[in-house]
């Protein structure tokens, strides 16, 4: 069976990056100051839902919305979406402002 045909993959994805998604909307209300760090997240969790939706379409419901080789070519993008923001994570350590640092 294929990865695509697992059912119980497709329902941990769905959960996961919708998720994720709520969870960086309410981050990104709370911590106004620190943007970037959870618009990079959200754009990847949103990436990842969205294609796991035409996936689920065009298995269960034989919707083809884009070919084979625009799915692999997006399944490329979401990993090198990801690994983009890991790097970028690596690379640059987040900002402290002056209010997050404990004064002692």
């Not at 990079?40 to 070919?67: C, D, K, M, Q």
């Amino acid at each position: 069976m294929d990865i695509t045909q697992n059912p119980l993959i497709h329902v941990i994805l769905f959960l996961g990056s919708f998720l994720a998604i709520v969870l960086c909307i309410v981050l990104l209300t709370r911590h106004g100051n620190k943007k970037g760090y959870i618009f990079a997240p959200l754009t990847f969790f949103i990436n990842l839902f969205l294609f796991n939706v035409v996936i689920y379409l065009r298995t269960y419901y034989g919707v083809e919305i884009l070919s084979f080789q625009s799915m692999f070519n997006w399944s490329s993008i979401i990993r090198l979406h990801a690994f983009i923001i890991l790097l970028t994570y690596v690379l640059v350590e987040p900002s402290r402002d002056k209010y997050d640092e404990k004064v002692e």
